[in-house]
C-alpha cells in the first residue's frame, strides 16, 4: 500500500474525479462521517482488531466502537460522526466529531472530498468525508459515545472476500457486510469503507447507495 505524500494524493486525484451522488435536501435528517486515514496503523491482531496488535508502517482508517450506554446502535462498529448542527457543512461536522469522539484535531487542509450520502433505514442521509489524519497518536475516545478505538489497514479492505452479500427477505437489494480480520462490519459503515475501496484506492466509481442494511441497524 503505498504511503503519505503518493497515498494522500492519490485519494485526492481519485476523488476529484469522482461525481457524488447526494439525496434532494431536506429529505433526511442530515449526518456526517470522517473516513479518516492515518499514515500509520496496527496490524491485524486476535479476530483481526486490538488484541495483540503489532504497530505497523501501513496506512489505517480510524472506526470506533460506539458505548454501549448509547441509546441507537450501541457497540456497534462506527466511523467518528453524528448529526449535523445547524449552519454547520458536512466537512466542519466531521471535523467536529472527530475532535469530540476520539480527540483528534484537524483543520481543513486535510479534508480530501467527499463519497456519496448514504441513507440510513432510520432516515438519515450520511455525507462521508474523507480526511488525512496524519500519525494521529494521541487517540482519546469520549467514553461517553465511544467504548474503543481501532486502526484498521486500508490493505484489510482490498480483501479478494469483501464485500459479503447477503440476501436479506422482502428486500430487493442484499446486505453488504465488510471482513476484517475474522469478523465483519454492517452496512452503512461498511458500504462506505466499501466505496472509500473502490473509488479513493482502486480508482472505480462504485455505488453503494443501494444496498441493504442488516435488520439490527434499522433503528
Known amino acids: 500500500m503505498q504511503r503519505d505524500d503518493s497515498l494522500r494524493s492519490l485519494i485526492r486525484k481519485n476523488l476529484e474525479a469522482f461525481a457524488v451522488h447526494q439525496p434532494e435536501p431536506g429529505q433526511y435528517r442530515a449526518a456526517a462521517v470522517a473516513v479518516a486515514v492515518a499514515d500509520e496503523g496496527e496490524g491485524a491482531g486476535l479476530e483481526g482488531f486490538a488484541q495483540h496488535a503489532v504497530w505497523s508502517t ?5 472506526l470506533t466502537r460506539r458505548s454501549g450506554k448509547l441509546r441507537n446502535h450501541a457497540g456497534q462498529w462506527a466511523l467518528p460522526g453524528g448529526r449535523i448542527d445547524t449552519g454547520e457543512t458536512p466537512e466542519e461536522a466531521a471535523l467536529r466529531e472527530l475532535s469530540e469522539e476520539v480527540n483528534l484535531h484537524l483543520d481543513s487542509s486535510r479534508i480530501l472530498g467527499r ?48 464485500p459479503l452479500l447477503n440476501r436479506l427477505e422482502g428486500s430487493e437489494h442484499p446486505v453488504l457486510r465488510m471482513p476484517v480480520g475474522d469478523n465483519w462490519i454492517a452496512a452503512p459503515t461498511a458500504a462506505i469503507l466499501y466505496q472509500f475501496r473502490e473509488v479513493c484506492i482502486a480508482g472505480r466509481h462504485t455505488r453503494v447507495a443501494h444496498f441493504e442494511q442488516p435488520v439490527f441497524a434499522w433503528k
Open 115 to 162: 463519497l456519496d450520502d448514504f441513507v440510513t433505514r432510520s432516515g438519515f442521509a450520511i455525507t462521508p468525508v474523507v480526511v488525512w489524519a496524519g500519525s494521529a497518536r494521541e487517540l482519546v475516545p469520549n467514553l461517553d459515545e465511544v467504548a474503543s478505538i481501532h486502526r484498521i489497514p486500508v490493505h484489510e479492505f482490498m480483501r479478494a472476500d469483501a
Open 58 to 62: 501501513e496506512a489505517a482508517l480510524i
